[in-house]
């Protein structure tokens, strides 16, 4: 292969990079390309299933050393937007729930499943409280 199509190549992986979200993928594979493209350039790289194979070789080997060093170097922390969050809001009991029993509530459109922590009973259509997200199962206990 020509080394200006490997060089083409390189930077159409690098534009690949910058549309999309920040995986850190393809900029290893774009440098790649850029590095084949240089050594055939000089002509040091053979044949064109040499080419393939340093191409896949620095790609891999890019992405191992440098990926996890960039991602902690360069990513910003951001606040997670966890389910715990619910903590505190009301929900509708769709089901008849008995005291420590599971069934199903609903809250912002969404059902979801819910143990009655309470003492009482939980009757459907009636409103309840989120105490605790463990995984995707409330604890509740009826206003």
């Known amino acids: 292969m020509l080394w200006w199509i490997w060089v083409i190549f390189g930077f159409f992986l690098l534009l690949l990079e910058l549309m999309t979200p920040g995986g850190l993928y393809l900029l290893f594979f774009g440098i790649a390309g850029l590095a084949v493209g240089f050594l055939t350039g000089l002509q040091l790289s053979g044949p064109l299933w040499t080419q393939w194979v340093l191409f896949s070789i620095l790609s891999v080997l890019c992405l191992v050393l440098f990926r996890r060093p960039l991602l ?35 809250m912002r459109g969404t059902t979801w499943n819910a143990r009655n922590v309470g003492e009482s009973a939980l009757s459907r259509g009636q409103r309840c409280k989120v105490e605790k997200v463990e995984g995707l199962m409330f604890w509740v206990r009826g206003q």
Request: hydrophobic share 45%.
């Open 72 to 106: 902690k170097r360069f990513r910003i922390k951001e606040p997670l937007a966890e389910v715990d969050n619910l903590v505190g809001e009301s929900a509708t009991a769709v089901d008849n729930i008995a005291a420590n029993a599971i069934g199903k509530v609903e």
